[in-house]
């Protein structure tokens, strides 16, 4: 057990920890449940046991190696789709307002769509290290378009514009930070432009 606590914990000094990010996630925590109590002074008591409960998650999480817990990047995107789906289900999902995005766990609502952001972060950013050389080849772009796909159809389906729209633009800005060749996009624009203009003249030609 010692062996697996030492293998997995993240290995730095207490002076290396991010003191002044817990600070700012503290204080727009608080912000928070201060507009939510003002608002609805009924959901203040939920939203700070949330708050306490997330950052608790948050110190666990990052006492661990986030390199540990990319072995497991297929596993984590099939838990993420398992959560989607389990919206879907009756009696399982909560729907408020006309969309159905929540799962009751009866203490609390869970909105898998929002942890999709943080595994599909996990998830891709090892899917394109692992393909770092190849990443701006057909194979390994439609195999990513492909795989991101199914989690954009379960959320927008909620309905959850937002978020899908959301996703969409981080998973575009992953793939380039992993090294997509910026002239991929413009072949693409280019092979567009071309075949619009072929077939602008195949019209003129035909009603001419």
Same mark, same amino acid.
């Given at each position: 057990? &010692? ?5 997995? &914990?993240?290995?730095? !000094?207490?002076?290396?920890? $991010? ?8 204080? %727009? ?16 008591? &939920? ?12 110190? =666990? ?17 099939? %838990? ?6 389990? =919206? $879907?289900?009756?009696?399982?999902? !909560?729907? #408020? ?15 898998? @769509?929002?942890?999709? $952001? ?15 050389? $190849?990443?701006?080849?057909?194979? =390994? ?36 930070? #992993? ?5 991929? =996009? ?9 075949? @619009? ?6 019209? @003129?030609?035909?009603?001419?």
């Amino acid at each position: 057990m &010692k062996f697996l606590i030492n293998h997995i &914990k993240q290995q730095y !000094h207490i002076k290396d920890y $991010k003191f002044g990010l817990i600070i700012s996630v503290v204080a %727009i925590s608080v912000i928070g449940i201060m507009m939510v109590g003002s608002a609805k002074p009924d959901f203040m008591t &939920k939203q700070i046991m949330g708050v306490i409960l997330g950052f608790g998650a948050m110190v =666990v999480v990052s006492l661990i190696d986030y390199k540990w817990i990319m072995n497991f990047y297929w596993i984590l995107y099939v %838990i993420n789709l398992i959560l989607l789906i389990a =919206v $879907k289900i009756p009696g399982l999902g !909560h729907s #408020a307002n006309g969309a159905q995005r929540w799962i009751n766990l009866g203490f609390m609502q869970l909105q898998p @769509s929002d942890l999709t $952001k943080i595994l599909l972060i996990i998830f891709f950013a090892r899917f394109f290290s692992d393909r770092e050389l $190849k990443i701006s080849s057909p194979k =390994v772009i439609i195999q990513s378009v492909a795989l991101l796909i199914p989690s954009l159809i379960l959320i927008v389906t909620q309905p959850n514009l937002s978020t899908t729209i959301c996703i969409a633009a981080l998973f575009c800005a992953l793939i380039f930070l #992993a090294g997509l060749n910026y002239k991929f =996009v413009g072949d693409y624009d280019s092979c567009r432009c071309d075949l @619009s203009c072929r077939r602008g003249a195949a019209e @003129s030609a035909f009603f001419a």
